[in-house]
């Protein structure tokens, strides 16, 4: 099956992608308008699309013998210069298909790449890329670079009979080991800062990528994060301190998001980015309720937080851009599905407070507040009560400094224990 698409980019490329047969035609649609989607993502023009009904992949060419000439004919008529596959090739896949097509065969996996690369901003971001582009170039060596792979002996060489392939790998192996190493570094500097932010509690906005969560980590927190109608606009995390409803100050997080088929080595690669996640208090997990594949983003994001060991933590389902929906039925039947879930525009504040409110009442149930006056001798003591819990109040009186403090559920035994004379009232 062949769909003509018409676009206006850069370099002009085919998709492909093999299907069940009987696969539901809507849903395989809308997997590749993500996937073209990713495309202009990356700046490029898709012409065509080529779809392919197979029980499973071809293990030779992906997409059969036979549609492989269909697939070169194709390429000649729209002049393109590569061919975008929806999943990830094999080595020996992407060889094959270069030599029969003569362009450049690009899957999935090496198109999110480059969009990372072209995204990232930090010097995180840019080591965990870099990272991932290597961990996904190394099996595929033998194919790009067969120029390379004369053999040559000499001074600085393993020695005689070495490949340069081999050479080459060998250097990207230890590119890796000092990119791991690095990235360690960066999360040993994390680890220090987000011990110093323990007293606080902290949400994470999670989700698939584009449902708005960088606007709603603005609307929230007053942040400037970078905002686009583009996929994986926010690569780095941002954390900002916001005041909830009942005066508290929490911190909210917003990284980057995820996707169907989101390649295992770039999330092993963004742990550390994804560890505010990993270490937030409760998860506030964003929904565009207005792509039809709503229910597939849910899934995918809830099987990834479940690969990151995070999937048995408090969850907020929040569904965004809900001023979009045209038709009113489907708000009740989203309430109906989703009990408990929160509606909201985070473009236009719309029934943000709620969401704040759903948060505080979380905050409520964490601990308990404590109001405690301690004697100026002891003011070592008052030090420490900052590490303990969130500092709400502090007055220096003639007596001593009175201090109302909330403390965490998992603290309150050193309150209880080590600070129990001080306390004056709780609530």
């Not at 809308?30 to 071809?58: C, G, K």
């Not at 905002?227 to 409803?245: G, H, S, Y």
């Not at 980015?273 to 270490?279: V, Y």
């Not at 149930?365 to 003591?381: E, Q, R, T, V």
Request: net charge negative; charged share 25%; hydrophobic share 40%.
């Amino acid at each position: 099956m062949i769909e003509q698409v018409t676009s206006v980019e850069n370099e002009r490329g085919i998709i492909a992608s093999v299907v069940r047969k009987g696969a539901d035609r809507n849903e395989v649609t809308e997997h590749l308008d993500e996937l073209e989607f990713l495309a202009t993502t990356a700046n490029v023009e898709i012409a065509a699309r080529l779809i392919q009904e197979r029980e499973r992949p071809d293990l030779a060419s992906y997409i059969g013998r036979g549609k492989v000439q269909e697939l070169k004919q194709l390429v000649e008529d729209n002049k393109a210069a590569f061919v975008l596959f929806d999943d990830e090739l094999s080595p020996v896949q992407i060889r094959n298909l270069e030599r029969e097509l003569e362009v450049k065969v690009i899957d999935r996996s090496a198109l999110i790449l480059d969009i990372f690369a072209h995204r990232a901003r930090t010097v995180e971001a840019r080591t965990q890329v870099e990272l991932a582009q290597l961990q996904y170039l190394m099996p595929r060596l033998s194919r790009m670079w067969t120029h390379l792979s004369k053999q040559y002996g000499g001074v600085g060489t393993k020695g005689p009979g070495e490949t340069q392939i081999e050479t080459d790998r060998r250097i990207i192996r230890y590119r890796i080991q000092r990119l791991k190493e690095k990235l360690r570094e960066i999360d040993q500097q994390k680890v220090v800062q987000r011990k110093q932010r323990q007293s606080q509690i902290r949400f994470a906005l999670v989700g698939y990528t584009n449902a708005g969560k960088s606007t709603l980590m603005n609307h929230i927190t007053g942040a400037d994060v970078y905002m686009e109608d583009k996929l994986f606009a926010t690569l780095d995390t941002t954390v900002r301190q916001f005041t909830l409803p009942g005066g508290q100050t929490a911190l909210l997080s917003d990284t980057v998001g995820f996707i169907r088929k989101l390649p295992a080595h770039l999330i092993a690669s963004f742990r550390s980015t994804l560890a505010e996640s990993i270490e937030a208090d409760m998860l506030i997990h964003l929904v565009d309720c207005t792509n039809p594949m709503y229910t597939e983003h849910i899934a995918v994001v809830r099987e990834t937080l479940a690969g990151l060991n995070i999937g048995d933590k408090p969850v907020l389902l929040v569904f965004n851009k809900i001023d979009a929906l045209e038709d009113r039925e489907q708000v009740s039947a989203l309430e109906y599905e989703y009990p408990g879930c929160i509606l909201l525009s985070a473009a236009t504040g719309y029934n943000v407070r709620s969401l704040l409110s759903a948060m505080q009442l979380y905050v409520d149930g964490l601990g308990s507040d404590y109001s405690m006056l301690i004697p100026y001798k002891n003011m070592g003591d008052v030090a420490a009560l900052y590490s303990v819990g969130e500092i709400l109040e502090r007055t220096d009186g003639d007596d001593g400094v009175e201090i109302h403090l909330r403390v965490l559920r998992e603290k309150e035994h050193l309150i209880q224990n080590k600070y129990a004379e001080y306390i004056r009232a709780e609530s």
